[in-house]
T-cell receptor, first 111, second 112 residues
């Protein structure tokens, strides 16, 4: 069956360091992968989309990689700030209209 | 305007009540979605509307009834819910079926 795993439920890092979050999947052949941020009690907010033919994508302090051989995406936040504290979700398309979300990683950036 | 709005923000209802959740977007998106999210879990897809027609129902119990009156509005009618239906209900929209989804802030539903 299809499965999406995010490396850990919670990740604590010191302000200024780079946070690295992992998304692994099995039994998918996704054309793309998305990353979302969710704050408590709020809806997810789209951050980045990376397509299967793209190895890396950047947006400001964010960087996403996509390795279809390893079936893995890495999400990096450089120069992390306390305001980056949130839950980060990866999402894969199960079909054209069906996104399936990973369980999320709760990131806490300590001042 | 890249906003999806949802009303109400909070809803408390008894198991015999009938209530509705509302969602609105003015981005011209042709796909709209309802998700359910329990605490510390990811959003789970419930329904997808594409061009105002229900295209996906993820085997959701009939006590949840979606409605898409027009291309900007999406409703979720609730009737005879159970306490385990208490959750954050999220609406989302996208331009096309494979595009980025824009989420609303959600309605926090409590069933007593």
């Amino acid at each position: 069956s299809q499965k999406i795993e995010q490396n850990s439920e919670a990740l604590n890092i010191q302000e200024g360091k780079t946070a690295t979050l992992t998304c692994n999947y099995t039994n998918y052949s996704p054309a793309y992968l998305q990353w979302y941020r969710q704050d408590p009690g709020r809806g997810p907010v789209f951050l980045l989309l990376i397509r299967e033919n793209e190895k890396e994508k950047r947006k400001e302090r964010l960087k996403v990689t996509f390795d279809t051989t390893l079936k893995q995406s890495l999400f990096h936040i450089t120069a992390s700030q306390p305001a980056d504290s949130a839950t980060y979700l990866c999402a894969l398309p199960r079909s054209a209209r069906q996104l399936t979300f990973g369980s999320g990683t709760q990131l806490t950036v300590l001042p | 305007d890249t906003e999806v709005t949802q009303t109400p923000k909070h809803l408390v209802m008894g198991m015999t009540n009938k209530k509705s959740l509302k969602c609105e977007q003015h981005m011209g998106h042709r796909a709209m979605y309802w998700y359910k999210q329990k605490a510390k879990k990811p959003p789970e897809l419930m329904f997808v509307y594409s061009y105002e027609k229900l295209s996906i129902n993820e085997s959701v119990p009939s006590r949840f009834s979606p409605e898409c009156p027009n291309s900007s509005l999406l409703n979720l009618h609730l009737h005879a819910l159970q306490p385990e239906d208490s959750a954050l209900y999220l609406c989302a929209s996208s331009q096309g079926p494979s595009d980025t989804q824009y989420f609303g802030p959600g309605t926090r539903l409590t069933v007593l």
